[in-house]
């Protein structure tokens, strides 16, 4: 039998073009995101999955074979979001947060032209190729063989895939077995199929678009109805412990009646501040408060956020618990009991603002959670810059409030792509010699976002409010700035707290909570962390288990330990089933 005297030829080769697009495609997709894979897998993994994708040609009649290039399209597309979206974060999108309409906000948008690449091209190009043979070949009238042998066509298919699949569990077995690690072919299979896992980067690789699709599909929230007693004495044994290393500061005690503003500033990398342009700071107003009586610093805190991004932040800093192992905790558990551990608690009267949506991460549902009595959201920032609208928003709105109060106040002027049309700049930093768009664009944020502070801190001065008031500076989390690479350190700031104190040890961001708690003078819940005040804190445990510094074996260990109690805690929904 010829294969271009079969009536069905034009089926049979773009079927197979449709492979070795699925190839080219997903193996372009492992090189923007850093993923590498046996070169021989890669071929046999992504050509069967591309002949699985292609099966439909011969399970479908006419027209509706062109579900084929509408799932090419779809693969690609995803694929190309996912590669915007590593490239801002680090990791894959969860699939969480693709049906999640709060993902999507005209931040998100303006942030992706500065993401793109040329090579993006293919992620475009290929579909439109593979659209373009399906019409000139005329798939949808082309002939088609018997059954039998349409159904041998998708057992083939189904073969070769499960092939590529063998071949990645192979490979990963040589690797772990090279590596020195005891494992058996079936604990790789297990793996490969496992929704649990160490991050998404790590359930794509050596899995592929379809496999990594049934794992993120498969996954539920991982709620935990009920804790075993195992579970259970594990999170008490812990919190017992913790409590050990509960610090109260004599020198706190007035702040008990102040009130509170808790300023979360977007993308703040520790290196920003003091930074010289042209001989000028480019935060003057935060160099000066360093240096004010008062003042509590510490500009070595190390980020602890995970797959929630800024809003692990957020949930660090209102409830003392760390990131929970897989999703983000305001996605998935904002409807949990946090009444006892939220810092809002303490005070007669709290707000939250925000410039966007309130939608945006569940901010809606994080701002009731938390405790806060009100948000203040979709702030106007047309004609005006976007972090000196907000605060003047919230120094009109907390001239009101009950007091004492707590205010939250979430900046975002800072927010990638770095760019906002009514911001102005001085001409020694709008005129400054850098080649690195980003990172210029990043400067003229900080210096806003700074100079809209002191704005702030003039207006509450001038009503009287900031001699009675806590005013707390941290940053959400790091980032890579264009060219300039994050050294993994983030800000704490705390003004007008009655003790001056710099601190130049490294501790972890879940040790703001306990931190703010001891300045503030409050009794009760302190969190996981202990206070960066605490003369033997020095290190951070990261979520992989790296320990960046070192406080000794005792204190270290619990540090290792705050990661799965904290997972436990918010999973179960520990405190309101205590």
């Known amino acids: 039998m010829v294969l271009n005297r079969l009536p069905y030829r034009n089926v049979v080769f773009y079927n197979i073009v449709v492979a070795l697009s699925a190839i080219l495609l997903s193996a372009w997709f492992d090189h923007d995101v850093g993923v590498v894979i046996n070169f021989y897998v890669t071929l046999a993994l992504y050509f069967g999955e591309g002949l699985l994708l292609a099966s439909p040609l011969w399970l479908l009649p006419g027209r509706w074979r062109i579900i084929v290039p509408v799932a090419v399209w779809l693969s690609a597309l995803f694929l190309w979001v996912n590669v915007l979206y590593c490239r801002y974060w680090g990791d894959l999108l969860p699939w969480s947060l693709i049906i999640e309409p709060a993902s999507y906000n005209v931040f998100v948008f303006d942030a992706i032209p500065g993401l793109l690449k040329w090579s993006d091209i293919i992620y475009v190009v290929l579909p439109l190729f593979i659209t373009w043979l399906y019409r000139r070949w005329r798939i949808s009238g082309a002939p088609m063989p018997s059954w039998q042998k349409r159904v041998m066509f998708v057992a083939i298919a189904v073969v070769a895939y499960c092939l590529g699949i063998c071949a990645s569990v192979i490979a990963s077995y040589r690797y772990y077995l090279h590596s020195g690690n005891t494992t058996s072919l079936g604990k790789v299979l297990k793996e490969k199929v496992s929704t649990l896992s160490n991050g998404r980067l790590f359930e794509w690789q050596g899995r592929g678009l379809l496999l990594y699709t049934y794992i993120q599909l498969a996954r539920d929230k991982g709620a935990i109805d009920n804790l075993s007693d195992n579970q259970r004495n594990q999170i008490e044994n812990y919190l017992g412990e913790i409590d050990n290393?509960?610090?109260?500061?004599s020198a706190f005690i007035h702040n008990r009646n102040k009130n509170l503003i808790l300023i979360v500033i977007e993308s703040l990398n520790s290196w920003a501040i003091g930074e010289k342009i042209n001989h000028h700071s480019l935060t003057p107003v935060l160099d000066s408060l360093l240096r004010a009586e008062g003042t509590v610093a510490c500009l070595d805190v190390v980020p602890q956020r995970r797959h929630g991004g800024s809003s692990d932040g957020h949930f660090m800093y209102n409830t003392g618990l760390l990131p929970i192992s897989y999703g983000s905790a305001a996605m998935l558990f904002a409807d949990n009991d946090y009444s006892g551990q939220t810092l809002t608690r303490h005070f007669a009267s709290s707000v939250d603002f925000i410039v966007e949506n309130g939608s945006v991460w569940n901010h809606r549902a994080t701002t009731k959670a938390y405790g806060y009595d009100r948000l203040v959201e979709q702030i106007n920032v047309d004609a005006t810059p976007i972090d000196s609208t907000l605060f003047a928003v919230a120094a009109d709105t907390i001239q009101n409030l009950a007091r004492p109060f707590m205010a939250e106040i979430i900046s975002l002027g800072m927010h990638f792509p770095f760019v906002d049309k009514n911001l102005?700049?001085?001409?020694?930093?709008?005129?400054?010699?850098?080649?690195?768009?980003?990172?210029?664009?990043?400067?003229?944020?900080?210096?806003?976002?700074?100079?809209?502070?002191g704005e702030f801190l003039v207006k509450i001065k001038s009503e009287d409010l900031y001699g009675n008031s806590v005013i707390v500076l941290v940053s959400d989390h790091d980032l890579d700035v264009g060219s300039r690479k994050s050294d993994g350190r983030i800000a704490f700031i705390a003004l007008n707290t009655g003790l001056t104190r710099h601190i130049a040890r490294t501790v972890g961001q879940i040790d703001v909570y306990p931190a703010i708690v001891e300045i503030m003078g409050f009794d009760g819940w302190h969190g996981l962390g202990l206070?960066?005040?605490?003369?033997?804190?020095s290190s951070a445990v990261l979520y992989d288990g790296t320990l960046i510094g070192t406080s000794g074996s005792v204190i270290d260990s619990l540090k290792h330990r705050a990661w799965p109690v904290s997972d436990l805690i918010v999973r179960s929904d520990?405190?309101?089933?205590k």
């Open 531 to 537: 206070s960066l005040l605490d003369e033997r804190n």
């Open 245 to 249: 290393y509960l610090t109260a500061d």
């Open 424 to 453: 102005a700049s001085p001409g020694w930093l709008g005129n400054a010699a850098v080649s690195d768009t980003h990172l210029h664009n990043y400067y003229k944020a900080v210096y806003g976002f700074d100079a809209a502070l």
């Open 574 to 577: 520990y405190f309101r089933k």
